[in-house]
Each structure stands twice: as structure tokens, then as C-alpha cells.
């Protein structure tokens, strides 16, 4: 089992930043890969972001490319998502998820998710 648990959301204005943290603890960390996905009222869960279990292989969202950074410090058993020039459609739920081994763009695919932290960004 792997539990993780979001922080740093919030309410900013538009063009604002926020960096979202997620806690894992249970399972070994480096054994995971990590993602970010968010889900808008009567939306799908949409993929935002993962990040191989080294860190060293990215993915971002055709949405949020050039204004979100993914990262993970495995010593710290911590995945963070740094959101830049945030928008009013950035507005949503923020999670974190866990699968073994490698990353994908499936929410359906992962083990693991978290309780979800709200970002919503004022116009």
C-alpha cells in the first residue's frame, strides 16, 4: 500500500503561482512513478503531468506545457508540481498517483491516488 497526501492548493489570481506537494509513505517511493491529474466539475480526469521513478524522464500536458514543472525528491518520499502563469481553467481538484515502474497518461492505470487538493484561480 501507498498512501499520499496533496498540499499547496489554493485560491491565486490568474497568472499566479502555486507549487503542489505530494506526500508518499507506505511502500518504497523509488519504486514508483508519479503523476498528476485534475478533474474540473463535470469533467474528466484529465493528465496533467508524471515523472519516472528517477526523476528522469518527464511528461507534461498539452495544456499546461511551458507553465508546469514536475519533480520528485526521492529522499523526501515528496512529488511536487510547480504551476506558473496559472489560468482560470487551471481551476480544478489536483491529484497525486502511484503505479510500479512506469509512468502513463491513464489515470485508469495507476495503483494509488491521493484525497485531492483544490486550486482554483480567480480572473
Known amino acids: 500500500q501507498v498512501q499520499l497526501v496533496e498540499s499547496g492548493g489554493g485560491l491565486v489570481q490568474a497568472g499566479g503561482s502555486l507549487r503542489l506537494s505530494c506526500a508518499a509513505s507506505g511502500r518504497t517511493f523509488s519504486n514508483y512513478a508519479m503523476g498528476w491529474f485534475r478533474q474540473a466539475p463535470g469533467n474528466k480526469r484529465e493528465f496533467v503531468s508524471a515523472?519516472?521513478?528517477?526523476?528522469?524522464?518527464?511528461y507534461i500536458g498539452d495544456s499546461v506545457k511551458g507553465r508546469f514543472t514536475i519533480s520528485r525528491d526521492n529522499a523526501k518520499n515528496t512529488v511536487y508540481l510547480q504551476m506558473n502563469s496559472l489560468k482560470p481553467e487551471d481551476t480544478a481538484v489536483y491529484y497525486c498517483a502511484a503505479r510500479r515502474n512506469w509512468t502513463s497518461k491513464e489515470p485508469s492505470e495507476y495503483d494509488y491516488w491521493g484525497q485531492g487538493t483544490q486550486v482554483t484561480v480567480s480572473s
Open positions: 515523472i519516472s521513478w528517477s526523476g528522469r524522464n518527464t
